[in-house]
């Protein structure tokens, strides 16, 4: 029997997928695998037996992948499953920043009792009308699953797009309309568009990459859509160009002391993934990735470890070695079973920066003996028998 815990509420729709196999226990020392939304994992004992972590949701900031991976534990996430949801709030945000409807609507509030407001609107209206989006230059920055969506659906409404993402993989380019135009320097995207909405994850090389500098480039009146992360914007800065007239609107999903409230700023609560949609989709992709782990061994949208499949096994045995990414791992393996007088039917190997995954499909079944010496091997990290 296979358990798993959830440190935060997990949608039915996805918990449902587990088959009888599945026990759900409470405490996390009991678990071989966990569901995680937004739960701090930092500062958590991470129980020997545990096997892998599934993000329902994209960001993994709450998650020690590095600790993780030293104690052979895969982490996944579920990219694109929310994709949909955020890529909606953009362009939400973007009529936002364009036309002053929130300001509109609070006038209208503020008027409710006034026998004349029809009349009243039709001289007041002007101070919200704002311009439209259609011929305006939207600049992306990160055409992953979200930036394709938000791509597409802004030169359906007439944008002019501009891509930037110098790492796009070969299935998102695919999937990307043929009218938007891919920009090879980031600053290109300053220096021209109208709108900009970042889209990449947050790494030591993307923190507060929208800064001061970045800002100076950009065109007056610019309107600035977050929805990635808070920290992928310098927002002092931010909300300095918002004083001073430079930035014309931030629109940004991640509320917080610096931007709550500052002039110009349109500041959501965290809403992009945050619909039933996205949680059901999520939910349900993460708990797919977890049983094809725990049964097959196999690894789609990890974080730690390499994406790695053999498909199902249709030999005597299979086994799953974490390991380092480290020289002659996979031949000091193959060297034992060798010896063992076992007969390799299938393999692959794949390594992600520092650590490795190998999955054997064996010929016959592996003993105790063998598989302590395989459990030996400097740099093996977790050795586990799917079959």
């Known amino acids: 029997m296979l358990k798993y815990t959830c440190l935060n509420p997990i949608s039915s729709v996805g918990l449902v997928q587990f088959t009888e196999g599945y026990e759900k226990v409470d405490n996390l020392e009991d678990a071989d695998a966990v569901l995680v939304r937004s739960a701090a994992m930092h500062d958590l004992e991470l129980p020997e037996r545990l096997e892998a972590i599934a993000r329902a949701g994209a960001g993994v900031n709450n998650i020690p992948l590095g600790k993780c991976a030293d104690k052979g534990i895969v982490v996944f996430n579920t990219p694109g499953a929310n994709a949909n949801g955020v890529k909606e709030l953009v362009i939400a945000g ?124 950009m065109k007056d009146g610019v309107v600035v859509l977050n929805f990635a992360r808070d920290l992928l914007v310098d927002e002092e800065a931010m909300v300095h160009s918002l004083k001073i007239g430079k930035v014309k609107k931030y629109v940004c999903d991640f509320p917080n002391p610096v931007t709550a409230g500052a002039k110009d700023a349109i500041i959501i609560p965290h809403l992009g993934a945050s619909t039933e949609e996205s949680e059901d989709n999520c939910a ?51 060297d034992i079973f060798a010896s063992a007088d076992i007969n390799i039917a299938n393999m692959v190997n794949k390594s992600k920066g520092d650590y490795a995954y190998s999955l054997f499909d064996l010929d016959s079944v592996i003993s105790e003996e063998v598989l302590e010496k395989v459990k030996k091997v400097d740099g093996v990290l977790k050795v586990r028998v799917i079959k």
Request: charged share 25%.
């Open 284 to 334: 349900k992709m993460a708990v797919q990735e977890l049983m094809e782990y725990l049964e097959n061994g196999n690894i789609i949208n990890s974080v730690n470890y390499p994406n790695c499949s053999l498909g199902e096994c249709t030999h005597e045995s299979r086994i799953a070695i974490n390991h380092r990414n480290v020289k002659n791992m996979l031949g000091q393996f193959t």
């Open 94 to 217: 973007m009529l936002l920043a364009s036309r002053d409807i929130i300001g509109g609507v609070n006038w209208v509030q503020s008027e409710r009792q006034n026998d004349e407001i029809a009349k009243r609107a039709e001289k007041e209206k002007k101070k919200f009308a704002g311009c439209e989006l259609m011929g305006k230059k939207l600049g992306i920055i990160g055409l992953g699953a979200i930036g394709i969506q938000v791509a597409n659906a802004a030169e359906n409404l007439g944008m002019d797009v501009y891509g930037y993402d110098p790492y796009i993989s070969v299935d998102a380019a695919w999937k990307l309309s043929k009218g938007v135009k891919h920009i090879k320097d980031v600053n290109e995207i300053y220096r021209i568009c109208d709108y900009i909405t970042i889209h990449v994850p947050l790494l030591d090389s993307t923190k507060k990459m929208i800064n001061q500098e970045a800002i100076d480039m």
